[in-house]
C-alpha cells in the first residue's frame, strides 16, 4: 500500500512540474512529461490506461486526432516537416493512451490546478518587474505591453493559459465557504492581477474571449453567488476596475484600431479576384489585414483538395506555392500558417480532417455541458474560440495545453459523474 502511495505521489509532482513550468520554461514541461510517461511504464499504470483506452470512446476519439496526422503522411511528399509535424503533435497520442490512468485520480486534482495558477502568477510578476525595469532605464511605456511585455510565450498563448487561471480562481472563490480569509481577500485580488497581465498582453482576441468566458462562467454558476451580497459586490467592483484599467491600457495600446483599418478596405480584402492588389499594401504593419491575406489563400487551397486536403508534410509548401501564385509574397516569405485551426486543418487534412477536429472539440462540450462542469468547459470554449484566429494545436505551448488539459479535465468529469452515479445507487437500496 505504501508503494502505491509513493508512486502515486511521484506521478503528481512530475504533474506539478509540467504545469506550473508551461508558461514559463516548457523545455522543463517537455522534460517533465517524458518523465511521466517513463514512470507510467515503471510503475506499470501503463497498464490501467490502456484498459480505460479500451473501453472508453472519448480516449479513443482524443487519439483520432493524432492517427488521422498519421494518416495525412501517406499522400504527403515533404516526409521531413511530416515527421517534424507528428513529432510536434505526440502529446495527443501519449498523454490518452499512457497517461489516463494518472490523470484520473481527482484527488489531485486541486493542487494541479493550483499548481498551474501559481505558474502563470509568477509569469505575471517576472513579466511586469522587466517592464518596470527597462522603462526605469529608457521611458518607454511599449514596455508595458504586447509582444515587449511578454517573455516566456507568445502573448496569445499566454493570455489563454492566464483565462483558465482566472476561472479556476473564480470557481475556487465561489465555492467556498466564504469564511476564510484567503478566500475573502488574496483569490479575488490574485484574480484580478492576472486579468491585469491579460490587459497588457492585449492579444485581441484572447482578450475578448477572456472577458466572454468569465462572463459566461458567472452565469453558469449564478447560484452561488447571486443571492450573496458580499460576491455580488466584490464582484461588481472587480468588473469596474478591470474595465477602468482596460480603457486607461487603450490610451497607450490601442490595437483595435488596426481592425478599423481593415474594415475601411472590406469590399478589397473580401474579393478573391483581388488578392494581388495592393489596397492592403502593409500587411506586415497589420496583423488583422494579414490574417485576412492569409485565410483567403487557405480557402482556396482548400477548393482545390476539399476531402483529403494537401497532407500532413506539404502544408507549408502548398501554402508557400498558394501565396506566391497570388502574388502575397509577405505570406511566402514570412512562412506563416493560416492562423485559423479550422482553416489550418481543413488544408492539411480536408473535410475529414475538420470533422475529426470539431469532434475533438464539440462532443466534450456536450459531455462538460451535461455533466454541468463548467471549469472543463470553459476550457473548451477558449480553446474553439481563440483557435478562430490562432493554429493553436501546431506548436508545442498550444499542444501540450490542450492536450494534456483535454483529458485530465474529461477523466475527472467522468470519475466525478461515476461517484454521482454510485452515490445515487447507494441512497436507493
Known amino acids: 500500500m505504501k508503494g502505491i502511495i509513493k508512486k502515486d505521489q511521484i506521478g503528481l509532482w512530475l504533474q506539478l512540474v509540467f504545469v506550473f513550468f508551461l508558461p514559463l520554461w516548457q523545455q522543463v514541461s517537455v522534460v517533465s512529461l517524458i518523465a511521466l510517461i517513463v514512470f507510467a511504464f515503471v510503475s506499470g499504470r501503463w497498464k490501467d490506461s490502456i484498459h480505460l483506452f479500451r473501453d472508453d470512446k472519448m480516449l479513443w476519439l482524443f487519439v483520432s486526432f493524432y492517427l488521422i496526422h498519421v494518416i495525412g503522411m501517406i499522400y504527403s511528399q515533404n516526409l521531413h516537416y511530416g515527421f517534424f509535424d507528428l513529432q510536434v503533435k505526440l502529446s495527443f497520442l501519449l498523454v490518452p493512451l499512457f497517461l489516463s490512468s494518472i490523470l484520473v485520480q481527482s484527488g489531485n486534482l486541486n493542487k494541479i490546478k493550483w499548481t498551474f495558477i501559481g505558474g502563470n502568477a509568477l509569469a505575471g510578476i ?32 499566454f493570455s489563454m493559459y492566464l483565462n483558465l487561471s482566472v476561472i479556476l480562481l473564480i470557481d475556487f472563490w465561489l465555492r467556498d465557504s466564504g469564511k476564510s480569509t484567503l478566500n475573502k481577500k488574496l483569490i479575488p485580488a490574485l484574480a484580478l ?22 462572463f459566461l462562467f458567472l452565469i453558469l454558476n449564478r447560484k452561488h453567488w447571486l443571492k450573496e451580497n458580499q460576491k455580488i459586490f466584490i464582484l461588481l467592483v472587480g468588473a469596474i476596475f478591470i474595465v477602468s484599467v482596460q480603457f486607461t491600457a487603450l490610451h497607450f495600446n490601442n490595437r483595435f484600431v ?19 492588389s495592393d489596397s492592403l499594401h502593409s500587411e ?14 487557405a480557402l482556396l487551397l482548400i477548393r482545390q483538395y476539399p476531402l483529403t486536403g494537401v497532407g500532413t508534410g506539404d502544408i507549408k509548401d502548398e501554402l508557400n506555392a498558394e501565396y506566391t501564385s497570388t502574388g502575397y509574397d509577405y505570406g511566402a516569405k514570412g512562412d506563416f500558417n493560416p492562423h485559423n485551426q479550422y482553416l489550418h486543418t481543413s488544408v492539411m487534412l480536408g473535410l475529414f480532417g475538420l470533422i475529426v477536429l470539431l469532434a475533438y472539440i464539440f462532443i466534450p ?28 494545436l501546431e506548436v508545442q505551448k498550444g499542444v501540450l495545453w490542450v492536450a494534456y488539459f483535454q483529458v485530465l479535465f474529461y477523466m475527472n468529469c467522468k470519475f466525478r459523474q461515476n461517484d454521482h452515479c454510485m452515490k445515487i445507487d447507494k441512497s436507493s437500496e
Not at 492576472?194 to 482578450?207: E, K, P, Q, S
Not at 481592425?259 to 480584402?269: I, L, Y
Not at 506586415?284 to 489563400?297: A, G, H, I, M, V
Open 284 to 297: 506586415e504593419d497589420n496583423s488583422t489585414s494579414t490574417r485576412l491575406r492569409l485565410w483567403q489563400n
Open 258 to 276: 488596426q481592425v478599423e483599418k481593415v474594415m475601411e478596405h472590406s469590399g478589397a480584402t473580401w474579393n478573391e479576384n483581388r488578392l494581388s
Open 193 to 214: 492581477f492576472l486579468l491585469i497581465i491579460v490587459i497588457l498582453l492585449f492579444a485581441r482576441t484572447a482578450l475578448a474571449v477572456c472577458f466572454f468566458s468569465i
Open 365 to 392: 462540450i456536450r459531455i462538460s455541458i451535461s455533466s454541468r462542469n463548467w471549469i472543463y468547459f470553459s476550457f473548451l470554449i477558449i480553446l474553439l474560440l481563440n483557435s478562430f484566429t490562432e493554429s493553436i
Open 126 to 157: 517576472i513579466c511586469l518587474l522587466i517592464a518596470f525595469f527597462r522603462f526605469e532605464k529608457d521611458g518607454l511605456a511599449s514596455h508595458f505591453f504586447y509582444i515587449d511585455f511578454s517573455h516566456f510565450l507568445h502573448t496569445t498563448y
